[in-house]
Each structure stands twice: as structure tokens, then as C-alpha cells.
């Protein structure tokens, strides 16, 4: 095999590959929206990904999931002496 085959073949399998994360990345995007409607935060779907909150919040906002009920923010417990 030569060179330039290599490199074909190594192109064809990155462009696989990439449609293959895509369609992964939109069936994440999904099930945020899917949580976010079921009531849970982007906080808490954030403590269960890679993701920062803020940038779950966007991406459900972008996809139409309507926007939490603002209200008092949960506070921390003070830490036990």
C-alpha cells in the first residue's frame, strides 16, 4: 500500500468517525432537553457529563426547551464544625 492510499484510507475512516460523533453529540443534546423538560437543572444534568452548566443551558435553550421557573437559588449548608 502506498502512501497516498494511507492517507485516502485514513481520510475516509476520520469522516466516519466524525459522522459517527455527531450523530452521538446530537443524541446527548437530546437527552438534555429530554431532562430539562422532566424538571431537572442544567446543574444537575452538568454533575453528570463533561459539560459546564452554562453551556447546557445554552444548548437546551437553542433546541426550544422552555426556561427553568427563576426563583430562589438553593443555598449551600454551611460545612459542620
Known amino acids: 500500500m502506498d502512501e497516498l492510499t494511507k492517507i485516502s484510507d485514513a481520510s475516509n475512516r476520520y469522516l466516519a468517525d466524525q459522522a459517527i460523533a455527531d450523530k452521538s453529540k446530537e443524541a446527548l443534546f437530546d437527552a438534555w432537553v429530554d431532562a430539562v423538560k422532566g424538571g431537572n437543572t442544567p446543574e444537575q444534568i452538568a454533575q453528570h457529563c463533561t459539560f459546564?452548566?452554562?453551556?447546557?443551558?445554552?444548548?437546551?435553550?437553542?433546541?426550544?426547551?422552555p426556561p427553568m421557573q427563576r426563583g430562589p437559588k438553593p443555598r449551600k449548608q454551611p460545612a459542620a464544625e
Open 52 to 65: 459546564t452548566a452554562a453551556y447546557v443551558r445554552r444548548i437546551v435553550r437553542e433546541r426550544g426547551a
